[in-house]
């Protein structure tokens, strides 16, 4: 999983907080609402989230721990990679490809 520079997300995520509160003082002003939304959109894709404030809330979450921890936090349980490791079939359930 590839994960923003942390400036980069601090970046960001103080910008949409910024739009936020601009948006919230003048709801009816459609350059502020479109500016907010855009800013939300960033921190989304930044951090992979649907949702702006899933993404905020996980922006804050990453800023805030080291990347083990975050990456930990997002799965429920540390991840391990298993590159290179490759079980092998039991004797009796070897298969040609050719039968496929």
Known sequence: MLLPAKAEVARHLRRYRAWER????SPDDRTV??????????????MGKRCAREAADAAERYLRTSLVTYLGEQSGRPHVAAVGRRTRPKAGNRRSPAGR
Do not use: H, K, N, Q
């Not at 601009?22 to 003082?25: P, V």
């Not at 609402?33 to 930044?46: A, I, N």
């Open 33 to 46: 609402r479109t500016t907010f939304e855009d800013s939300g959109y960033t921190l989304c894709v930044l």
């Open 22 to 25: 601009a948006m919230l003082a």
